[in-house]
């Protein structure tokens, strides 16, 4: 069990190798739905590790490994959230704010009104490695909604949005740093 959404199944994929200076050992990662071991509708490939004799240990992870966790996490909706009231005020986001922005939201709120944000992938977020980084495509809707003084919600607009991310990862004074780019 990984969280309360996701949990991981790894097995060998071979036999350990066993070397005078290093022991070889493939394991094989799979990331579920916590209790739904869906299959991926990815394929997992099969790749090499480049030679790193001067190192205690290596890792490698697969494009696999992180499309099937995606897959995972986008299954269980942990790409869904609801930006509440509370905080949607705390950074005095309104209906008139939107109202100045986009004409026709003046023509159903006269009044401000406070407004919650829901935020949902709408499709599966694609991740692929590069050599020194990897990229991560995601497509998802914002939904703004304006809260009512009788506590209800009424939709004023939602925008759709596919949005393509660079991510590289760096060592430096022994901390992993990131680094994130928006391609478009």
Known sequence: QIDDLAE?????????????PFIDLDLKG???????????PYMAASFT????SDSMLSLAFSEYFF?????????????????????????????EIFSSIIPEVAKY?????????KLMSTEI????????SFTVEIQGSVEVLAILPDSTTQSLFTLNIAANTSISLNIFDQKL???LCLNR
């Open 125 to 132: 977020p694609f991740i692929s490695l590069q050599q020194d």
């Open 177 to 179: 740093l990131g680094s």
């Open 8 to 20: 991981v199944d790894y097995s060998l994929s071979g036999l350990p190798a066993v070397f005078q």
């Open 67 to 95: 499309q099937s966790s995606s897959f995972a996490y986008y299954t269980a909706g942990a790409f869904n959230m609801t930006i509440a009231e509370e905080t949607c005020s705390y950074f005095n986001i309104n209906t």
């Open 109 to 117: 709120s006269v009044t401000p009104y406070p407004v919650m944000l």
């Open 30 to 40: 799979v990331v579920f739905p916590a209790g739904n071991h869906t299959d991926s």
């Open 49 to 52: 590790i480049p030679d790193q």
